[in-house]
């Protein structure tokens, strides 16, 4: 059983910058961040290979969100700028016991407690 642990949320002014870092306590293969804001479903932002040379974004974050993985120190982060009101909410980080890159949270089979960004306007 793999667990992940999340760091690095809080509160930001729009505009505003934040890295949320997830630490694995064993070897994953996919790794992906979601988030949830309140009253929503689940949304997925990013996902990364393995090698960490295949990455994808969902429409909402492109160009604004960075992932990216240290396979060293079975981590993996989430470099976000230029943040909006809108990013407000729990943001959880999973991983995935397969090499296929997919944005179904149900395909995931580990989670992080999550943890809260807040974006003031």
Do not use: H
């Amino acid at each position: 059983q793999v667990q992940l642990v999340e760091s690095g949320g809080g509160l930001v002014q729009a505009g505003g910058s934040l890295r949320l870092s997830c630490a694995a306590s064993g070897r994953t293969f996919l790794r992906g961040w979601f988030r949830q804001a309140p009253g929503k479903e689940r949304e997925f932002l990013a996902a990364i290979s393995w090698s960490g040379g295949s990455t994808y974004y969902a429409d909402s974050v492109k160009g604004r969100f960075t992932i990216s993985r240290d396979n060293a120190k079975n981590t993996v982060s989430l470099q976000m700028n230029s943040l909006k009101p809108e990013d407000t909410a729990v943001y959880y980080c999973a991983a995935r016991n397969d090499v296929v890159l997919t944005t179904n949270a149900l395909q995931y089979n580990y989670w992080g407690q999550g943890t809260q960004v807040t974006v003031s306007s």
